[in-house]
């Protein structure tokens, strides 16, 4: 059995699709639906059984998950960047993962877990993802905290030469949805072009860069659950990796890649960044993947227009059509 923990969620719905056409389906989803709906992700997949995430995690104390279990992609967690109560985050993203990585452990199952690229906080140090290095970091939120303390507390405990980390960066595509206000810029974009014809930007506030040229990594849904399903295929590497394409692109690439996806003339308007949001903004990031690629992934990540055309014209657009818009 293969468990995946946050399994109605962007990522790991993506990970049980991609293990069912491996024809996998003895899986066991862990998740909290609440009243959202991220219940919609899981309506295409194949599974053996749901478990609420509290119960779950009763039964690992309890001894009650039946063996054997071959694997646990945990990739539940809250990871809103704007979340403010770090006692929430501590318990659900710290004191939860920490349980399950130590009961994974014992057992001999592997366990692969979602660190998160929030942990390099305004990048001054580097995107690196040496193990050795992490105590350097400084990240620049809770959840990037909350990601930070575990992935310093398996450090500590020897853990990291048995399971996996992986620090996704801007990870977008279809089955995001259900994220509201953490959903990719790419689908924000798409609504507001269908809304107002345009594009709202944030002015730069920084003078290395102008109104639209900050630079992220987006890694497309695609290319992240190849790169995470390797460590699956390949257990004897661990540590902590970067999920990432190695390229930062630009806002404006971006935008542009939308609007050419929907077939419109670019029109972006640059409106003033909240001041709350000025001191933490990134305006760089890119995934160091040497790392990953000394470890043997070699496949080729799809290039941002390619894979926004994808998620547009396939997903996006289609969508409307099924929905009858």
């Known amino acids: 059995m293969i468990i995946v923990t946050g399994g109605?969620?962007?990522?790991?719905?993506?990970?049980?699709?991609?293990?069912?056409?491996?024809?996998?389906?003895?899986?066991?989803?862990?998740?909290?639906?609440?009243?959202?709906?991220?219940?919609?992700?899981?309506?295409?997949?194949?599974?053996?059984?749901?478990?609420?995430?509290?119960?779950?995690?009763?039964?690992?104390?309890?001894?009650?998950?039946?063996?054997?279990?071959?694997?646990?992609?945990?990739?539940?967690?809250?990871?809103?960047?704007?979340?403010?109560?770090a006692s929430y985050l501590i318990k659900n993203n710290y004191e939860y993962t920490k349980l399950l990585a130590q009961w994974a452990a014992q057992a001999g199952i592997r366990f692969i877990y979602a660190s998160s690229a929030a942990t390099y906080g305004d990048g001054s140090v580097g995107f690196s993802d040496n193990d050795e290095k992490i105590h350097e970091l400084k990240p620049q939120n809770c959840y990037g905290y909350s990601k930070q303390l575990f992935d310093l507390w398996a450090h500590r405990a020897g853990l990291l030469k048995k399971i996996v980390g992986l620090k996704y960066f801007n990870v977008f595509g279809p089955n995001e949805y259900h994220k509201a206000d953490m959903r990719s810029f790419i689908l924000k974009a798409y609504e507001q072009i269908n809304a107002t014809g345009k594009v709202q930007l944030f002015k730069s506030h920084n003078p290395k860069y102008a109104d639209g040229e900050y630079l992220r990594d987006f890694i497309y849904i695609k290319d992240a659950v190849d790169m995470t399903l390797f460590f699956f295929d390949n257990q004897k590497v661990n540590g902590l990796f970067n999920i990432g394409t190695g390229k930062a692109r630009t806002w404006n690439d971006l935008v542009k890649a939308v609007f050419a996806a929907v077939g419109k003339e670019p029109n972006i308007e640059y409106i003033e960044m909240p001041e709350s949001f000025r001191n933490q903004y990134q305006y760089f990031t890119e995934a160091d993947t040497t790392k990953l690629r000394q470890a043997g992934y070699d496949k080729e990540t799809i290039c941002l227009e390619d894979a926004i055309k994808d998620y547009v014209q396939k997903y996006l657009i289609f969508n409307e059509y099924l929905n009858g818009k």
């Open 8 to 85: 109605a969620g962007f990522i790991g719905s993506a990970i049980i699709a991609a293990l069912n056409k491996r024809q996998i389906t003895d899986i066991l989803v862990v998740d909290e639906l609440a009243t959202n709906a991220k219940w919609k992700d899981l309506v295409n997949l194949s599974f053996a059984d749901y478990v609420e995430k509290d119960d779950f995690l009763e039964m690992v104390i309890a001894g009650k998950v039946s063996p054997p279990v071959e694997a646990v992609f945990h990739l539940g967690a809250c990871t809103s960047t704007t979340e403010t109560n």
